[in-house]
Structure formats: structure tokens, C-alpha cells
């Protein structure tokens, strides 16, 4: 039986280089695929395997100082939802552009960021203060047409490089002195976001411990959670029960659906909406007529 595992860890590296190697050959060496980040500030991975060679994974690469507290998610899957085994060194874990200039991190992880919040306390925070409470969404914004808490606050990102203009600009003035819950995919991306907000003016910022991924493992379809979750495997969606909300419009007939399919423009390769009657059709399978027009004159 096979798993994937999704996990990050923000914690100072003196040798990034040295951590690169030593997860390759660890991966290598029980049969695992999937991609790992490494840098300075810590590392950030899924990878996929059998269930007992990533027993073993965690057991080893909680060995290391600094890692030993590492929180890993379990989500449905395998090694063959990912090509091969990639390991890598970046600048940052996240590509906010420079944004580990806007934050440092020390052996407890993210400095000044927002505090954790269980699945639980999140539903007890939303009871207790009703509309105080705004969810942030701190994906890009097309994960968010297929899925969302309710009533959230979706910024105007195509890339995670938006975000900065986007928090320096006055669109969100009136939710500053709100409980701003950020939310993510896996949690990493809101440990730098939610440092961010409050370096512009935001006054009470929180973030979902796990992401969106262990609020689904918690509430399932039955919470504050609407839709179905991009992953960025060859599962392209997962639904976190079997009467998920269907969010996603098809980009040629707008009827409703979550399915994703890419471009079948190689320069353009974006995820699009297509719903399965429309993919049936090679002349639908394109992000748009200028795709569809450029790749019929090659």
C-alpha cells in the first residue's frame, strides 16, 4: 500500500548543500518520488512511496537537529503520481521574489508570524466572533475557483510574486484590525504570509496549523471548508469527502465542475476548467482562442 507525504520545516541551515544531498540519497534509497526544497531556511517537501519506506523516511530525516518536531501529513496516493525523485536548492521555499528579506527565522521557525490555529480552535474562533473573523486566502487565485472557505477574502494573485503589491496596496485597509485567519494549501506558505501582514498594519493574524490539508483531514466537507483542493501532483484535485461542493465552472459551457486539464498549448500548458463533455472535443482543450489559433499555425 502506497501514501504521500506533504511536510516543511522552517529552521536556520548552515550547509543547505549538504541537506540537498543527503534527502536525495535518502529517497533514492527507499524507492521514493516526489520534490523536496532545501534552503537556508529549511526544507519543504511531498513525496510519495509504500507506506513502510516512508515510516522510515520520518524516522530518519526526523533524526537530524532541528527536524526531530516535523509535522507530516498522510494524503491519498503514491510514487506514481509524481515522475521521479527531485531535490533541489532555492533561495526561498516559497517564491514570494526576495520575500526572505522580509522575514528571518530562528529554531522555533517563522519569526512574527501568525499564530497557529488547530482545525478545532478555528471553527471556536469563527462561533465565538462571527463576521470579526476573515479568512485570507494565500494561494494563487485560480486554486480558489475550485475551492475556498466560506466568505473568504481571495487575492488578485496569478503568481505568489503578486503578493506583496497586493498587501502594500489599500484594498484590505478595512479588514486590518480583524482576525485575519490565512490559509494555504499545507500551512507554508501563510508561516511567510501572515509575517508579511503584519509588517503592513495587519493587527490580528492567525494561520491554520496543517493548512487546508488537516482541516479537511478534521471536518472533512462538513466545516468552513467549500470544494475540492489543488494538489500539484498528477491528482491535479482531491475532494476530502464524497459529497464535496462542485465550485469550478467550465471555461466553454460554464456548467459546473472541478476538473483540470492543461493547455494543450506547450507554450501556454496553463490548468484550465474544462468539464468532461467539453474535453471530449481536442479543439476545447485550450486556455483560450489566441492558445488555440497559435498552436493550429505551428
Same mark, same amino acid.
Given at each position: 500500500?502506497?501514501?504521500?507525504?506533504?511536510?516543511?520545516?522552517?529552521?536556520?541551515?548552515?550547509?543547505?548543500?549538504?541537506?540537498?544531498?543527503?534527502?536525495?540519497?535518502?529517497? &533514492?534509497?527507499? *524507492?521514493?518520488?516526489?520534490?523536496?526544497?532545501?534552503?537556508?531556511?529549511?526544507? *519543504?517537501?511531498?513525496?510519495?512511496?509504500?507506506?513502510?519506506?516512508?515510516?522510515?523516511?520520518?524516522?530518519?530525516?526526523?533524526?537530524?537537529?532541528?527536524?526531530?518536531?516535523?509535522?507530516?501529513?498522510?494524503?491519498?496516493?503514491? $510514487?506514481?503520481?509524481?515522475? $521521479?525523485?527531485?531535490?533541489?536548492?532555492?533561495?526561498?521555499?516559497?517564491?514570494?521574489? *526576495?520575500? %526572505?528579506?522580509?522575514?528571518?527565522?530562528?529554531?522555533?521557525?517563522? @519569526?512574527?508570524?501568525?499564530?497557529?490555529?488547530?482545525?478545532? /480552535?478555528?471553527?471556536?474562533?469563527?462561533?465565538?466572533? =462571527?463576521?470579526?473573523?476573515?479568512?485570507? %486566502?494565500?494561494?494563487?487565485?485560480?486554486?480558489?475557483?475550485?475551492?475556498?472557505?466560506?466568505?473568504?477574502?481571495?487575492?488578485?494573485?496569478?503568481?505568489?510574486? %503578486?503578493?506583496?503589491?497586493?498587501?502594500?496596496?489599500?484594498?484590505?485597509?478595512?479588514?486590518? *484590525?480583524?482576525?485575519?485567519?490565512?490559509?494555504?494549501?499545507?500551512?507554508?506558505?501563510?508561516?511567510?504570509?501572515?509575517?508579511?501582514?503584519?509588517?503592513?498594519?495587519?493587527?490580528?493574524?492567525? /494561520?491554520?496549523? =496543517?493548512?487546508?490539508?488537516?482541516?479537511?483531514?478534521?471536518? =472533512? &466537507?462538513?466545516?468552513?471548508?467549500?470544494?475540492?483542493?489543488?494538489?500539484?501532483?498528477?491528482?491535479?484535485?482531491?475532494?476530502?469527502? %464524497?459529497?464535496?461542493?462542485?465550485?469550478?465552472?467550465? @471555461?466553454?459551457?460554464?456548467?459546473?465542475?472541478?476538473?483540470?486539464?492543461?493547455?494543450?498549448?506547450? #507554450?501556454?500548458?496553463?490548468?484550465?476548467?474544462?468539464?468532461?463533455?467539453?474535453?471530449?472535443?481536442? #479543439?476545447?482543450?485550450?486556455?483560450? /482562442?489566441?492558445?488555440?489559433?497559435?498552436?493550429?499555425?505551428?
Amino acid at each position: 500500500m502506497q501514501k504521500i507525504l506533504l511536510y516543511y520545516k522552517f529552521f536556520p541551515l548552515s550547509d543547505p548543500e549538504a541537506v540537498k544531498l543527503w534527502q536525495k540519497t535518502l529517497c &533514492d534509497s527507499l *524507492n521514493l518520488h516526489g520534490r523536496i526544497l532545501v534552503s537556508r531556511h529549511g526544507f *519543504n517537501g511531498t513525496v510519495g512511496g509504500d507506506i513502510e519506506d516512508l515510516k522510515r523516511y520520518i524516522k530518519a530525516t526526523k533524526q537530524y537537529p532541528g527536524f526531530n518536531d516535523t509535522v507530516f501529513k498522510w494524503s491519498d496516493g503514491g $510514487r506514481e503520481n509524481f515522475p $521521479r525523485m527531485s531535490v533541489r536548492n532555492r533561495r526561498e521555499l516559497v517564491g514570494f521574489k *526576495n520575500s %526572505d528579506d522580509e522575514f528571518e527565522v530562528d529554531e522555533n521557525g517563522v @519569526i512574527g508570524g501568525g499564530v497557529h490555529l488547530k482545525p478545532e /480552535q478555528v471553527n471556536e474562533m469563527v462561533e465565538k466572533y =462571527g463576521d470579526e473573523v476573515v479568512f485570507f %486566502d494565500g494561494r494563487n487565485a485560480g486554486e480558489a475557483e475550485i475551492g475556498k472557505f466560506k466568505n473568504a477574502i481571495v487575492p488578485n494573485t496569478t503568481t505568489s510574486r %503578486d503578493f506583496i503589491a497586493e498587501l502594500e496596496s489599500n484594498k484590505y485597509d478595512n479588514i486590518k *484590525n480583524k482576525k485575519v485567519i490565512s490559509y494555504c494549501t499545507g500551512g507554508i506558505r501563510c508561516e511567510v504570509i501572515s509575517a508579511m501582514m503584519k509588517k503592513r498594519g495587519f493587527k490580528d493574524v492567525y /494561520q491554520i496549523d =496543517g493548512g487546508i490539508v488537516k482541516y479537511g483531514e478534521k471536518y =472533512g &466537507d462538513d466545516g468552513l471548508w467549500e470544494g475540492a483542493l489543488r494538489v500539484f501532483d498528477s491528482r491535479k484535485t482531491i475532494n476530502f469527502s %464524497d459529497h464535496a461542493k462542485t465550485l469550478g465552472e467550465c @471555461i466553454h459551457c460554464h456548467s459546473k465542475t472541478n476538473n483540470l486539464e492543461n493547455c494543450q498549448n506547450k #507554450d501556454c500548458n496553463e490548468l484550465v476548467l474544462i468539464c468532461e463533455n467539453c474535453k471530449q472535443n481536442p #479543439d476545447l482543450l485550450y486556455h483560450s /482562442q489566441t492558445c488555440k489559433d497559435t498552436a493550429k499555425s505551428v
